[in-house]
């Protein structure tokens, strides 16, 4: 997971949480002075973040020195270390929070994840995620989904075509035209249609249909054979004889 938008949310971090130095650790600690810490689980999770986390110590001070005792979708009990760091004191608790809120938002997710996988468990049916993920955190909120049991749905607009009923409502048809339905059919879907645009009937209809198809909910029914159909009307000239009026 460690991409160059990974990096770049890293790099975020940091910046909005070290921008102007960490005041109290420069104050406390000399450059020479070194201790070990750990991140431990205080929960029944499904971790996940665990290289993201690591990465974020690397970057403060490449002198940190991170042992992973984790991987991503592993489920640890309370106590269980993910990771162990050593190395400048005022660069470990630097790199404290950001690793943690990489940790803690992703491993949540994984685990939130989880007890939704485990009720499906047995069913045969998939448990999938959506685009509603944290602006720029799409491609990691979906690892934890995956680390967590789940499978990911698509991941931007360019994958699949989904309609849904924005779509519909804005492309919202102002006819619907029932070509070759029968009357039964054209009933049924007058009455689904219910009103909600104009509905015009046309295909097969004759004359001696004609009043079938005029069902409650119709508004229009459109025949062809009006023009091409229709038999040629008896009209002729008559020229009077010679010698009779005008």
């Known amino acids: 997971m460690l991409t160059p938008r990974t990096e770049l949310l890293i790099d975020l971090a940091l910046e909005e949480d070290l921008g102007l130095g960490d005041l109290t650790s420069r104050a406390l600690f000399s450059p020479g002075h070194r201790r070990r810490g750990w991140i431990e689980a205080r929960q029944d999770l499904v971790v996940c973040g665990v290289e993201i986390a690591a990465r974020v110590f690397a970057r403060v001070d490449p002198a940190l020195r991170v042992r992973l005792l984790a991987t991503d979708g592993d489920r640890l009990r309370p106590g269980a270390r993910v990771l162990e760091v050593a190395g400048p004191t005022a660069a470990l608790l630097a790199a404290e929070r950001s690793a943690l809120n990489f940790l803690q938002r992703l491993s949540g997710i994984a685990t939130h994840v989880r007890t939704h996988v485990d009720l499906l468990q047995?069913?045969?049916?998939?448990?999938?995620?959506?685009?509603?993920?944290?602006?720029?955190?799409?491609?990691?909120?979906?690892?934890?989904?995956?680390?967590?049991?789940?499978?990911?749905?698509?991941?931007?607009?360019?994958?699949?075509?989904?309609?849904?009923?924005?779509?519909?409502?804005?492309?919202?048809?102002?006819?619907?035209?029932?070509?070759?339905?029968?009357?039964?059919?054209?009933?049924?879907?007058?009455?689904?249609?219910?009103?909600?645009?104009?509905?015009?009937?046309?295909?097969?209809?004759?004359?001696?249909?004609?009043?079938?198809?005029?069902?409650?909910?119709?508004?229009?029914?459109?025949?062809?054979?009006?023009?091409?159909?229709?038999?040629?009307?008896?009209?002729?000239?008559?020229?009077?004889?010679?010698?009779?009026?005008?």
Do not use: Q
């Open 122 to 246: 047995g069913t045969g049916v998939r448990l999938a995620d959506t685009r509603k993920t944290t602006p720029g955190w799409r491609a990691l909120e979906k690892h934890a989904v995956r680390c967590g049991g789940g499978a990911n749905h698509r991941s931007s607009l360019g994958e699949h075509v989904l309609i849904k009923d924005n779509h519909l409502a804005a492309a919202g048809a102002e006819v619907i035209l029932l070509d070759n339905f029968p009357p039964e059919g054209v009933r049924a879907a007058a009455a689904l249609i219910a009103g909600r645009a104009r509905v015009e009937v046309s295909g097969g209809v004759r004359r001696e249909t004609l009043r079938a198809y005029a069902v409650p909910g119709v508004d229009v029914i459109s025949v062809g054979a009006l023009a091409y159909s229709a038999p040629a009307a008896d009209l002729s000239l008559t020229v009077p004889a010679r010698g009779r009026a005008v």
